[in-house]
Nanobody
């Protein structure tokens, strides 16, 4: 079965960096769109970024554009999110998700989800 396991979360000060990873198994990883999503307490889950199966196409939410970079290693079945210039408003549980194309940032589109990794940014 599809399994997605996130790691790399933690606590950092504003302006710092973190790199999240998502290890995938149980499906043909290189055929699926992959996305990062986040959910802050009391807020709805929102899309952060997605990447196409080949890695050739990416898309970012305006709130993270220029600060976050999504990438994937299809040989290692792993998805990454490099987060730089972190802000307190980036504090949330971060989730990776997978689904076949077409790729989208809509949370309702994705059928496969990880358990999440917590990111906390202090001012």
């Amino acid at each position: 079965q599809v399994q997605l396991v996130e790691s790399g979360g933690g606590s950092v000060q504003a302006g710092g960096s973190l790199r999240l990873s998502c290890a995938a198994s149980g499906y043909t990883y290189s055929s699926y769109c992959m996305g990062w999503f986040r959910q802050a307490p009391g807020k709805e889950r929102e899309g952060v970024a997605y990447i196409s199966p080949s890695g050739g196409s990416t898309y970012y939410a305006d709130s993270v554009k220029g600060r976050f970079t999504i990438s994937r290693d299809n040989a290692k079945n792993t998805l990454y999110l490099q987060m730089n210039s972190l802000k307190p408003e980036d504090t949330a549980m971060y989730y990776c998700a997978a689904d076949p194309p077409p790729c989208t940032l809509g949370t309702s589109w994705y059928n496969y989800w990880g358990q999440g990794t917590q990111v906390t940014v202090s001012s």
